[in-house]
């Protein structure tokens, strides 16, 4: 009767995988009372920001298709046979991008792996190759150009990987000449990838054809000067630099001229010390993760401080340690929350773009 231990198992994975179940995509918002939105600032102020929930990883895929008993049963007997299979979650989400198809990707250093968030065809994909026998390592900035054209920058491969976006390899960016490639952010209407060099205190630009353009910024910690820098934003022909040594956010034109900073070091919501994600919403607006106090702090296109959004804590809205932030569309701004293990998701309702 040996044959028949192997036989049941063939036989229920083949009727699972034949059975292959829905799924539908939902926005976690696990601890947030329906009838209380959570909003920023709070009332009586006229809310500017609400929260719509979080990205957590499997599980906001809820399967929708009601299985039958012989389905049920055979999972059963799987997981009893080889044990439940760990769930495809995050787990120290660093920072992520939103394409033209809604699609959310998200780097995690401690899964090693891209997470994709397809909304639309209600699947979650992850890719873990940085290139064809290379896992990656420490996978931290992600970008999207015009083209769908996937960028993630490993830090510990020194090196950009890029994608198409069904995750075949296009070839690499930088090998050999980039130290500790960090965040990216692009422009999309030269098609040139910035790309943040936290050890080489500088960005590295990269034109459509892959090729190195230029090289914005040097070490130093006077006007100009770059100390770490670690994530970068680009709008309207300006591109933002979180300076975390120097505790501020650096302005540089496309070109590379110095067009000044916001921010200092300070005690006060508003303040620096250890500033890294910065991202540009369609009006101009900056959001700077200050991860060591756990805000994310919104400033008006000029650099004056607004309002902060979050606090320490693992309640919805709250953070532990933040890394990158990103704006998607219809006015939606997304924070990895590191060590909470998510991505937090708000909204700017406060009208107009």
């Given at each position: ?291 060591y106090y756990d805000y994310m702090l919104v400033f008006d296109p ?52």
């Open positions: 009767m040996r044959w028949l231990f192997p036989l049941v198992v063939t036989l229920a994975l083949g009727a699972i995988a034949c059975q292959s179940a829905r799924y539908q995509f939902v926005l976690d918002a696990t601890g947030t009372p329906p009838d209380q939105p959570l909003v920023w600032p709070q009332p009586p102020e006229a809310p500017r920001y609400t929260y719509l929930g979080q990205l957590l990883g499997e599980r906001n895929f809820i399967k929708e298709q009601a299985q039958s008993p012989l389905r049920g049963a055979l999972e059963w007997l799987t997981g009893a046979l080889f044990g439940e299979a760990a769930p495809r979650d995050l787990a120290r989400p660093q920072s992520g991008a939103v394409d033209a198809q809604g699609r959310v990707y998200v780097t995690d250093v401690s899964r090693q792996a891209l997470f994709v968030f397809d909304r639309a065809a209600n699947q979650l994909a992850v890719w873990d190759m940085a290139e064809p026998f290379t896992r990656f390592v420490a996978p931290i900035g992600v970008a999207v150009n015009g083209a769908g054209e996937v960028f993630v920058a490993d830090a510990e491969l020194g090196l950009v990987a890029r994608f198409d976006g069904q995750g075949r390899h296009l070839g690499v960016l930088g090998r050999g000449f980039l130290k500790r490639p960090t965040g990216l952010a692009f422009d999309r209407d030269r098609g040139e990838l910035y790309v943040v060099d936290t050890h080489a205190h500088d960005i590295k630009v990269y034109n459509a054809r892959g090729d190195l353009a230029r090289v914005i910024g040097r070490r130093g910690e006077d006007q100009e000067g770059l100390n770490f820098p670690i994530y970068a934003a680009y709008h309207n022909g300006k591109v933002y630099v979180t300076d975390s040594i120097n505790a501020r956010v650096q302005i540089f034109s496309a070109a590379g001229d110095y067009l000044g900073s916001f921010g200092k070091r300070g005690l006060y919501v508003g303040n620096f010390t250890r500033p890294k994600g910065i991202a540009t919403d369609v009006a101009g607006r900056i959001y700077v993760v200050e991860s000029r650099g004056e401080f607004l309002l902060p959004l979050g606090g320490s804590g693992a309640a919805p809205g709250k953070f532990y340690l933040p890394a990158g932030v990103w704006a998607g569309p219809e006015n939606t701004i997304y924070v990895a929350d590191m060590f909470n293990r998510r991505v937090v998701v708000f909204q700017y309702v406060g009208g107009g773009q």
